[in-house]
């Protein structure tokens, strides 16, 4: 995913989730108000040693101490990529968990590393 955009209803919902990832923009389309997540938080996590690249990263590995609070999140080797951590699975603490108990839809989150594999 490259941008996060949400309704305000979404909006609503994942605000802190949001708020703790970056900047909120309004956006004004046909009559209604969205928001535009820039995501701000940039983490050093990608464990270069072990993950695979071509020309773009084929298979990721992580440092899982590095990660912040913040559960959306960017890093240097790919500033384009929004990119979400999934913990424990609480939608109070993470936000796929929100987006999926809050029945969200539009949005889809692919497995990209499991530190359990």
Known sequence: MDALLA??????VVRTFFEMAGELLPIF??????TLLNVLECVNA???KRTEKTTWITKYYFHSS?????SIFKIP???VSVLSLERDGCPE?????CVE???LTELIF?????SEK
Do not use: H, I, P
């Open 7 to 12: 309704n305000s209803r979404a909006t609503e």
């Open 46 to 48: 990608l464990d270069n």
């Open 77 to 79: 080797e790919e500033t």
């Open 110 to 114: 692919e497995e990209l590393w499991n």
């Open 93 to 97: 603490c993470e936000f796929k968990a």
């Open 29 to 34: 389309y046909d009559g209604e108000e969205y």
């Open 101 to 103: 108990a809050n029945g």
């Open 66 to 70: 590095r990660f912040s609070e913040s």
